[in-house]
């Protein structure tokens, strides 16, 4: 005699995958995971700012570049997907269909932020606007399939809006998506278990160790990076390395409070007549320390009595707003600029 529990069960496992009823494979997360932390990764070697110093030029660069990689993932994708599909003499959903035309929406939205962050500004917001892209690509798709892609979905997203919030480097959210897609993906292929049921015990158990998993070598390098001091070095006055012969070598110069440091200003555009002595003068407030390695600086700058910080590793200079207005003197541009090391982290 059949076991009544158990008959339950197998009722309770098939209306779940009669809900479920699309297939998440391997393939699809190892693809878009290893392509999408590639191009994470080689955003510092590939249409960099030396390689194209025309910003217009290297944003519809990194369009194409962006359009031919993605379109080659998902290809690729397609491909495998439907030779395993025939395999099992399966036919493609409606819903699954759908599923693919979001993802691809998702995916043509985040290129078209990419692309407009050349112009419009928002960079530092890039790499957590891909997240909630990715994460809530595969959250939809859990909807329909995985539980464990809609708890991988619901935490990348929650990572992103994290990351933001703390307004971590941008080197560190930099390697933190490459991280989520390039070992998280694959590894939640691991996780993927036909659309069955599971306690929640076992879901948070996987969800805490995959979230482990995705920050654990980010979060380290991040330390590591904070933990790194440039060499105890002389001070030297800004006109005694002037006055050098060769400044060859690592040189720590102190700029004087009172100091003007004149800030170039590059305008392009129809409005304005392009002046190359536009010149904003700012005049320095407090002594400030910074490293040379053979006469260029390496973005290591420290004030006084305070720890050293790296360019790459602070976010200081911010915009918040500009205004026009014509008074009785003329047209006139008022804006606010924003230069503030000391409430980001220190090294």
Known sequence: ????????????????????????????????????????????????????????????????????????????????????????????????????KLLWLLMGLGTLFTFSTF????????????????????????????????????????????????????????????????????????????????????????????????????????RQLLGITPPELPVEPLSAYLSRPDKAGTHRVRLPAGSRIPVHLQLTGDVFRPDPDAVLPLTLDQDLDVLLEDGTPTGDIRAEGQPWQSARQTRWISIPWLKASIDPLGPRIDGALGVDFNHYPHR
């Open 1 to 100: 005699m059949h076991d009544p529990s158990l008959q339950l069960q197998h009722i309770q496992s098939m209306l779940t995958r009669g809900q479920r009823n699309l297939r998440m494979e391997r393939h699809t997360l190892v693809l878009w995971g290893l392509g999408g932390g590639g191009l994470v990764a080689s955003s510092d070697w590939v249409l960099t700012a030396e390689q194209i110093p025309d910003a217009s030029q290297r944003a519809v660069a990194w369009l194409i570049y962006l359009a031919l990689s993605l379109f080659g993932v998902g290809y690729a994708d397609w491909r495998l997907t439907a030779r395993v599909k025939a395999a099992r003499d399966e036919t493609w959903s409606f819903i699954h269909r759908q599923v693919i």
């Open 119 to 222: 112009f419009f500004g928002g960079g530092y917001m890039l790499y957590a606007v891909w997240l909630v892209l990715i994460g809530l690509a595969l959250y939809v798709h859990g909807l329909f399939s995985e539980e464990a892609l809609e708890w991988a979905g619901g935490l990348i997203i929650l990572i992103a809006i994290t990351a933001l919030a703390a307004q971590l480097p941008n080197d560190t959210m930099k390697w933190l998506t490459a991280s989520v897609f390039g070992i998280g993906l694959p590894t939640l292929a691991l996780l993927l278990d036909g659309g069955r049921q599971r306690g929640f015990g076992l879901r948070l158990g996987q969800a805490l160790g995959w979230t482990g998993l995705v920050l654990a070598l980010p979060l380290l390098a991040h």
